[in-house]
Each structure stands twice: as structure tokens, then as C-alpha cells.
């Protein structure tokens, strides 16, 4: 009897052996997968996802650049007191201008709110003189469950050497009035600008604020 358990506790080892191996290939996770928490000064995931232009996109085609990676969802008012008073846009302009890599990434599901077709996004982000680098659909949630993000939006910040050396709020300022922008510390220049200075980040992670992910 225990021969048999045996042999069935070496069957689970190695299946799930098998099973991390090919998500690690892939470059992502399995739908559905949460993990608790990303950590700030480790290693990013990697992931792949297709962009509004039906471009295959990887994190790790942008090794040797900043990344930011922006979780959005234009039903929440708290992205849209950064749309709407163009504070989102300028950081997009200011940072791709010194060629920073900006990825929007909305992973509301089908039905959710913010959930949109890959055109509908183009006309919003047209519509709104935004500047990311690519719009990803992140459909399935799992980006958003890998780097937990919780909140729309969520913010962080990749270097060059792929380490993610801020994670969190855009600002400090968590309310929906765009006037409270002009007097808010904003984290995600805050952490580029040190970071491309050589020096640490001083806050690398806080807690992100806004609507929930729609998963």
C-alpha cells in the first residue's frame, strides 16, 4: 500500500515540475494563477500579451529601457481625474520623450467595466491625445494577477536591468478631484527621474488607489 502512495506522490512531483517549466517558457502565467505579491528590487515577471494592433508584445523585448506599466480602466473616476486633466498624458509625453517605454494595460474581463474591443481602446486613447508606448488587453487578468495589481490605476516601474524598482499609487494624493493634482507628490516621475539619475528610489512601493480591477 505504501509503494502505491508513493508512486502517486512521484506522479504530482512530476507533473507540477512539468507544468512550471511550461508556464516559465511562455514567459506568463496560467489564467486564473494568483500570485500574492510582486517584489520591489527583485526581477519583474516576464510576460506576453497582444497590443490594440494585434502586435505581440513581451516585457522582455524591452530589456536595456524603463518600463512603466499602467493599469487603467476609463469607467473609474479615478483615471479619469488623471485623463481628464491630462496629468496621464503629460507623464506619458514627458518620460517616451526620453525613451522610457509606457504599456496601458486594462485587464477588465468580458462584461466588466472597461472591458472594450482593441478599436474602441485606439479611438479612447486617440480621443484623449494619450502617448503610450502600446495599449495591452490583458482579457484573462493574468498580468494583472501576476503583478497583483489591485486598483485602476496601479503603477510600477521597470529599469533597464528588468528589476521593478517601484510598484504602487501614482501619487499621494488618493481622491478624484483634478485640482488636488497641482500639490500631490507624484510617485511614478519621482521614481524614473532618481532611478535614470543613478540614485535609489526613495519610496519604491505604496499602496496603489483607485477602482478595483474588474477581473
Not at 84 to 99: P, V
Not at 138 to 160: C, F, Q, R, S, W
Amino acid at each position: 500500500m505504501r509503494k502505491r502512495e508513493n508512486f502517486f506522490v512521484f506522479l504530482v512531483l512530476i507533473m507540477s515540475f512539468v507544468c512550471l517549466g511550461a508556464q516559465a517558457e511562455s514567459g506568463g502565467v496560467a489564467p486564473g494563477t494568483h500570485f500574492s505579491k510582486v517584489t520591489v528590487n527583485t526581477k519583474a515577471p516576464l510576460f506576453t500579451l497582444t497590443d490594440t494592433k494585434n502586435k505581440v508584445i513581451k516585457l522582455s523585448d524591452f530589456k536595456g529601457k524603463y518600463v512603466v506599466l499602467e493599469w487603467f480602466n476609463f469607467g473609474c473616476p479615478f483615471v479619469k481625474k488623471h485623463y481628464e486633466s491630462g496629468n496621464m498624458q503629460k507623464l506619458q509625453k514627458d518620460y517616451t520623450g526620453k525613451g522610457v517605454v509606457w504599456l496601458s494595460i486594462c485587464s477588465s474581463a468580458p462584461g466588466k467595466q472597461g472591458h472594450e474591443s482593441a478599436a474602441e481602446y485606439n479611438r479612447d486613447f486617440a480621443e484623449k491625445n494619450a502617448a503610450p508606448t502600446a495599449i495591452l488587453i490583458d482579457t484573462e487578468g493574468k498580468v494583472g494577477h501576476l503583478y497583483d495589481a489591485k486598483t485602476t490605476p496601479a503603477m510600477y516601474v521597470i529599469n533597464p536591468e528588468g528589476i521593478l524598482v517601484y510598484a504602487g499609487a501614482i501619487d499621494d494624493t488618493p481622491g478624484t478631484d483634478a485640482s488636488e493634482i497641482a500639490t500631490a507628490k507624484n510617485y511614478v516621475a519621482a521614481a524614473l527621474d532618481e532611478s535614470m539619475a543613478g540614485k535609489p528610489v526613495t519610496t519604491p512601493e505604496t499602496k496603489s488607489y483607485g477602482c478595483s480591477v474588474k477581473y
